[in-house]
């Protein structure tokens, strides 16, 4: 059983988070639950803010990937922490503006930004666009001339790198619907496409080679190729970035086996590389950014659920039914996804049993976790499952019209509710009868 450093268990052998007591949690929020530990989020904005102030001395900015959880309060705690935030739908977009984002700071990205979205993001003067294609290099120059503006744009790269990750989450290689190849020109053509409209302005390139990288081999590799690449444009299409967005990726500890690199070792051992091949190449150094979302916030977040029917199939297995499950976590039915859990009221006991921990929806791939190392777990039991603060609530759905759980962040013992528990009538309230 593995219990992330932020966490704690108190004189009750109650499990503690941001010094709240889980279980009393569960009683006044009710579960299933996320619980977000804010100080630990901040924590770790600061560090990577701080590293690439000692290793690249701060020129550059830490941009809060917001798809790993975005909600008004996680586009607050970024911008009050001086991040960025790349957003990539209007929806996003929308959520981060309402919460009083500085629009200037906001990187827009997706394979398939449609019209609305792109005029939207221009309309609202965001910081940049992160263009894929050609085609919506096309669509942006058509809206910036209408609106008598200019877009600064980057262009997704890439670069060809293998990020050793699960397949549904690695980008970087040339089969992937994700930006344009260097390998095959296409990358070279777009920016002297790019050089060809008059209402874009080129600001430099994108990549972003996969996520929960464990290696920093790859991140080396790709910003060693990025800065090959800037070479070639500045020296064949006299273009000079002046910013170049290596992306996030950066993996998490959610099993014990999990070893993540600090990310402070990441930001060294990349602005070493990106100072070396710039002074090589004599190329400016440019402002880079970095993308984290799953380092930001998965290890904050844990999830409660109350442990309901406990079915023991002699010799087969023995399944553990909570009262939430792949709406609220798909991340096991979509990649095998791997956690651990822990017993939030009888949070020291040692674990002796192998129980498969599964929700409540009509699929029987809706585990949370299979062949849990686990305390014997009674019905009645709250049940914490560990690491979810990333693609968990962001990728929550409906399903057999289960309502989305409730937020709270903790902080200094004391929980602040952040996201309402969705409502039977919330449900219903876009149907017409
Ligand atoms: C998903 C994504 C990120 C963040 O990835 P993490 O693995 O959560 O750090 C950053 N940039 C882009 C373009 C992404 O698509």
Same mark, same amino acid.
């Given at each position: 059983?593995?219990?992330?450093?932020?966490?704690?268990?108190?004189?009750?052998?109650?499990?503690?988070?941001?010094?709240?007591?889980?279980?009393?949690?569960? @009683?006044?929020?009710?579960?299933?639950?996320?619980?977000?530990?804010?100080?630990?989020?901040?924590?770790?904005?600061?560090?990577?803010?701080?590293?690439?102030?000692?290793?690249?001395?701060?020129?550059?900015?830490?941009?809060?990937?917001?798809?790993?959880?975005?909600?008004?309060?996680?586009?607050?705690?970024?911008?009050?922490?001086?991040?960025?935030? &790349? /957003?990539?739908? %209007? %929806?996003?977009?929308?959520?981060?503006?309402?919460?009083?984002?500085?629009?200037?700071?906001?990187?827009?990205?997706?394979?398939?930004? !449609?019209?609305?979205?792109?005029?939207?993001?221009?309309?609202?003067?965001?910081?940049?666009?992160?263009? &894929?294609?050609?085609?919506?290099?096309?669509?942006?120059?058509?809206?910036?001339?209408? $609106? #008598?503006?200019?877009? @600064?744009?980057?262009?997704?790269?890439?670069?060809? /790198?293998?990020?050793?990750?699960?397949?549904?989450?690695?980008?970087?290689?040339?089969?992937? @619907?994700?930006?344009?190849?260097?390998?095959? %020109?296409?990358?070279?053509?777009?920016?002297?496409?790019?050089?060809?409209?008059?209402?874009?302005?080129?600001?430099?390139?994108?990549?972003?080679?996969?996520?929960?990288?464990?290696?920093?081999?790859?991140?080396?590799?790709?910003? @060693?190729?990025?800065?090959?690449?800037?070479?070639?444009?500045?020296?064949?299409?006299?273009?000079?970035?002046?910013?170049?967005?290596?992306?996030?990726?950066?993996?998490?500890?959610?099993?014990?086996? &999990?070893?993540?690199?600090?990310?402070?070792?990441?930001?060294?051992?990349?602005?070493?590389?990106?100072?070396?091949?710039? *002074?090589?190449?004599?190329?400016?150094?440019?402002?880079?950014?970095?993308?984290?979302?799953?380092?930001?916030?998965?290890?904050? %977040?844990?999830?409660?659920?109350? *442990?309901?029917?406990?079915?023991?199939?002699?010799?087969?297995?023995?399944?553990?039914?909570?009262?939430?499950?792949?709406?609220?976590?798909?991340?096991?039915?979509?990649? #095998?996804?791997?956690?651990?859990? *822990?017993?939030?009221?009888?949070?020291?006991?040692?674990?002796?049993?192998?129980? !498969?921990?599964?929700?409540?929806?009509?699929?029987?791939?809706?585990?949370?976790?299979?062949?849990?190392?686990?305390?014997?777990?009674?019905?009645?039991?709250?049940?914490?499952?560990?690491?979810? #603060?990333?693609?968990?609530?962001?990728?929550?759905?409906?399903?057999?019209?289960?309502?989305?759980?409730?937020? /709270?962040?903790?902080?200094?013992? $004391?929980?602040?509710?952040?996201?309402?528990?969705?409502?039977?009538?919330?449900?219903?309230?876009? &149907?017409?009868?």
């Amino acid at each position: 059983m593995f219990i992330p450093k932020n966490l704690s268990v108190n004189e009750k052998n109650h499990l503690v988070i941001g010094g709240c007591d889980t279980v009393d949690l569960a @009683k006044e929020y009710g579960t299933p639950l996320y619980v977000m530990d804010e100080e630990h989020i901040r924590t770790a904005m600061r560090a990577y803010k701080n590293s690439l102030n000692s290793f690249y001395s701060g020129n550059g900015l830490i941009l809060y990937a917001s798809k790993a959880l975005s909600t008004m309060y996680m586009y607050k705690i970024a911008s009050e922490e001086g991040l960025g935030a &790349d /957003v990539v739908s %209007g %929806g996003e977009l929308y959520t981060a503006l309402k919460s009083g984002f500085d629009s200037e700071k906001i990187y827009f990205h997706g394979n398939n930004k !449609t019209y609305d979205e792109l005029e939207f993001a221009i309309g609202e003067n965001v910081g940049r666009i992160v263009a &894929d294609n050609a085609r919506e290099l096309d669509i942006v120059n058509e809206i910036c001339e209408k $609106k #008598g503006k200019t877009a @600064k744009v980057l262009f997704r790269i890439k670069p060809g /790198v293998d990020a050793h990750t699960h397949e549904f989450i690695s980008t970087g290689q040339i089969d992937s @619907k994700f930006g344009v190849a260097i390998e095959n %020109g296409e990358a070279f053509e777009i920016v002297k496409y790019a050089k060809s409209l008059k209402n874009l302005e080129i600001a430099g390139l994108h990549c972003h080679i996969g996520s929960q990288i464990f290696s920093l081999e790859p991140f080396k590799l790709a910003a @060693k190729i990025m800065i090959e690449f800037a070479e070639k444009i500045k020296n064949e299409l006299g273009v000079e970035i002046s910013e170049l967005n290596l992306g996030g990726g950066f993996g998490i500890k959610y099993i014990e086996s &999990d070893t993540p690199p600090e990310y402070e070792k990441y930001i060294e051992e990349v602005s070493k590389v990106i100072k070396t091949e710039c *002074a090589e190449r004599n190329i400016k150094m440019p402002f880079i950014l970095m993308e984290p979302g799953r380092s930001l916030v998965g290890d904050a %977040g844990i999830t409660l659920y109350t *442990a309901g029917t406990v079915k023991d199939i002699k010799n087969v297995r023995k399944y553990v039914s909570v009262d939430g499950g792949m709406g609220d976590n798909p991340r096991y039915i979509l990649y #095998g996804a791997e956690y651990d859990a *822990a017993i939030a009221n009888r949070a020291n006991e040692t674990a002796d049993e192998v129980v !498969t921990i599964c929700g409540k929806c009509c699929e029987s791939g809706d585990i949370i976790i299979k062949d849990a190392k686990m305390p014997k777990i009674n019905s009645g039991d709250i049940v914490a499952v560990m690491s979810t #603060g990333a693609y968990n609530y962001s990728m929550a759905s409906n399903y057999n019209r289960l309502c989305r759980p409730a937020m /709270v962040f903790v902080k200094n013992g $004391k929980a602040s509710l952040k996201v309402k528990r969705e409502t039977y009538e919330d449900l219903i309230k876009n &149907d017409i009868l």
